[in-house]
Structure formats: C-alpha cells, structure tokens
C-alpha cells in the first residue's frame, strides 16, 4: 500500500498522462503540485502533450464535468459543467490509482487518461509541474481524431499512397510521430510559470501563385489562398452516401462520421482491433468481408470525389 502524507499537508502528485486509443501508446509522466487549478492543469498539459491551445478542453472526474465558462455564464458543454479554474487538483485526487480524463477539441475528440502513481509530500520550492518522461509526438492538430491520425501516418510512410505530397506540404514537410524532447517541454514549462502564456499567434491561410498580370511594363504576381487538401470538401458517391451521407465534407470529417458508423454498428473486430468487419453497407465499399484501417482509408478515397 502506497504510504500517503497527511491530508492536511501540502502533495504533489506524480501522474501518467495516455492518450487514449494511441498504439503504440503516446505518454508522459509528470509531478504535478496538488493546489494547482485544473484551468492551470490544462495550460500545462498543452506544453507537456504539444497541442496548440486552439480548441475547447473539458476534465472529466466520477460524473462531474469541468471546463471554461462561456461568456454569458453559461458552461462550455452543459448546465453541469463546473469553472475549472475554481477546482483545485487535490480536491479531486485522494488516492493512488484514481483517473481524471482530459479531452481536448470535441470534434477530434482527443482523450488523455490522467492516473494518479504516487501522492507525495510537497518540495520547499517545488515548481507547479515538471515533466518526468514521455514517448513520442503529439498528433498534428485538425487530423481527425486517433483514427485520422493512423491514416495519416500510413499515408506518410507510403511514399505511393495517393495523398502522400499532400499531406507532406500540410504538416509542414516533415512529420516524425517517434520524437520527443524532454528539454524542451521542461524549457517551455519553466517558461510560462514566469508568466502569463502567450496566445498562439493566428495562422496565416498559406497563398499560392495562380499566373502574373503586366501592369505598366511590371509582372505582378497573382495569389490566391492555397486549400488545404484535408479540409477541402469532397462529395461521397451514392454508396459511400449510405454510410456517412451525401453532404460534401472534409476527409477528416468523412473519416470521423465512418468510425461513428462502425463503432455504433460494433463492426470493429474484438480481437484485432485494427480489422473493420464489413456489413451490407460496408461491403460495396470494400469488396470483402474484412479489411485494416489502412487498406479502409485508400478504398473509401476512391469514393469521393
């Protein structure tokens, strides 16, 4: 049995951050000061994981919910949500073993699994959080979930694969899902406990260069803003239309509204988690009765169009 301080006394906790679904698993480990606010908890997870703080988070613990409120008072997902920034950690966590959930962007639906390792007695001086280990990077945002995410990795291992430019030029030209600094996110740590957080700076839509006009004896350039190839609408043939709709949708979306399908149906295999068994609907679509998440992305793409 884990021997614990005094409940009256200062803790720390020492905790492991998964996120859910990731194989193989994308961790961290963290000491993390009891009185911490779960608003200051979520800032700090940002660093610590490598979002970007450009969507909505929510905590989850028992059957309570906690989050930022909206500006009218209101709770950012329901009437029972509480202000996180008026939790503190340890009003929560009591014991070794209990799990807070972290979602981050609704749509995406990042899940992280926060379980408590150890209670310890507080340092003199300790710092609010410090990150004590982790695996390998954090999703690029705006991939479409756990899901959207192993499609993109295929996608960017196979060289063949019919979006693999795209999708190069959409992460910036390199994408390593194995890295992780510790240094860095400790640098990046100590640097926002000196102060207030910078707000990400907004993303410039990325132009392109469509022709050139002459005006008075000079070329000008004409641009444009340059489509993202992920969120650019695409129209589902009739048969994909049975599964997921006829509206046009981004290929994230049409990923997201594909595994909804399959989760509600249970046609994700219990043994082999990666293996989609097919149903009526699903088999028009795969010409057979089983196929990898894989093999299930490149075939739904020839259905859009």
């Not at 329901?78 to 996180?84: A, I, Q």
Request: charged residues 30%.
């Amino acid at each position: 049995m884990t021997t614990r301080p005094p409940k009256t006394d200062p803790v720390a906790y020492q905790i492991r951050i998964v996120l859910r679904d990731s194989d193989p698993a994308i961790w961290r480990q963290i000491v993390v000061r009891g009185d911490m606010t779960l608003r200051e908890l979520h800032q700090a997870l940002q660093i610590v994981m490598g979002w970007t703080e450009s969507h909505r988070h929510e905590f989850r613990f028992k059957r309570n919910r906690y989050g930022r409120p909206a500006r009218n008072g209101a709770t950012a997902s329901s009437g029972r949500t509480r202000d996180d920034s008026k939790i503190r950690l340890k009003q929560l966590m009591t014991d070794t073993g209990q799990c807070l959930i972290y979602e981050y962007d609704r749509n995406d639906a990042w899940e992280h699994f926060l379980t408590v390792q150890k209670i310890l007695p507080l340092e003199k001086g300790q710092a609010p959080i410090r990150c004590l280990a982790g695996a390998r990077a954090c999703p690029p945002e705006g991939v479409g979930g756990i899901s959207g995410y192993e499609a993109f990795l295929h996608a960017l291992d196979h060289r063949n694969h019919s979006e693999h430019k795209n999708i190069l030029k959409w992460v910036g030209g390199a994408f390593d899902p194995e890295s992780f600094d510790l240094d860095r996110v400790n640098r990046r740590l100590r640097s926002a406990q000196r102060g207030p957080r910078r707000r990400a700076a907004k993303r410039l839509t990325p132009i392109e260069k469509i022709g050139t006009i002459n005006r008075d004896g000079k070329e000008i350039n004409i641009m444009t803003k340059k489509t993202n190839t992920f969120m650019k609408p695409l129209t589902p043939s009739t048969d994909l239309a049975k599964v997921v709709g006829s509206k046009p949708l981004p290929r994230t979306e049409v990923v997201k509204k594909l595994w909804a399908y399959i989760k509600k149906n249970k046609l994700q295999d219990t043994k082999n988690k990666r293996n989609i068994n097919a149903d009526a609907n699903l088999k028009v679509i795969f010409h057979k009765n089983t196929v990898n998440m894989f093999e299930m992305t490149k075939l739904v793409s020839k259905h859009l169009n």
